[in-house]
């Protein structure tokens, strides 16, 4: 399988929770290198653009709101088949549907509050990454 990158985000909720260490332990266990990093706290059209493929839902304003309530991390993940594995370890959108195990089952409150973001598909990773990344170091491991 190829390596990839994918773009993680640690949402307000889970930063707020103290977790991010315990979230990273995630990746890295299961082989995913963190090679970017940086906590911000979105602003408000950051998060509208970030989040734009969602904009006719119904659901958009709250997630806005929810994605700019607290200080985020996001880094980038490196490793085979990073896309898929992130997602994995992700869990379900809804963590009462995500698997025992899984990031949002184990750290997750609702389907608003979801604990973490990771990048859908390679198309999307690299739109994502760039996004919050273009122009700053990425570490090759
Ligand atoms: P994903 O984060 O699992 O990839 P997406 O469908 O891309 O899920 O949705 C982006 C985010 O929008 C979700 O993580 C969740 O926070 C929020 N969201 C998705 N569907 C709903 C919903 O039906 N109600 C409320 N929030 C939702």
């Given at each position: 399988m190829a390596i990839e990158r994918t773009l993680s985000i640690i949402k307000p909720d889970a930063v707020a929770k103290n977790v991010i260490g315990k979230i990273y332990d995630r990746f890295e266990s299961a082989?995913?290198?963190?090679?970017a990093s940086r906590m911000a706290h979105l602003s408000q059209a950051e998060a509208e653009q970030f989040y734009a493929v969602h904009?006719?839902?119904?659901f958009f304003k709250d997630l806005v709101s929810f994605m700019i309530s607290g200080p985020v991390m996001i880094q980038v993940l490196e490793g085979e088949g990073a896309i898929a594995k992130n997602r994995d370890l992700m869990g379900a959108t809804d963590p009462k549907k995500a698997d025992a195990g899984t990031i949002r089952a184990d750290f997750a409150d609702s389907i608003d509050a979801n604990a973490v973001h990771g990048s859908d598909a390679p198309e999307t990773a690299a739109v994502e990454v760039a996004f919050f990344f273009a122009g700053m170091n990425v570490f090759n491991s």
């Amino acid at each position: 399988m190829a390596i990839e990158r994918t773009l993680s985000i640690i949402k307000p909720d889970a930063v707020a929770k103290n977790v991010i260490g315990k979230i990273y332990d995630r990746f890295e266990s299961a082989g995913l290198k963190v090679i970017a990093s940086r906590m911000a706290h979105l602003s408000q059209a950051e998060a509208e653009q970030f989040y734009a493929v969602h904009a006719a839902r119904p659901f958009f304003k709250d997630l806005v709101s929810f994605m700019i309530s607290g200080p985020v991390m996001i880094q980038v993940l490196e490793g085979e088949g990073a896309i898929a594995k992130n997602r994995d370890l992700m869990g379900a959108t809804d963590p009462k549907k995500a698997d025992a195990g899984t990031i949002r089952a184990d750290f997750a409150d609702s389907i608003d509050a979801n604990a973490v973001h990771g990048s859908d598909a390679p198309e999307t990773a690299a739109v994502e990454v760039a996004f919050f990344f273009a122009g700053m170091n990425v570490f090759n491991s």
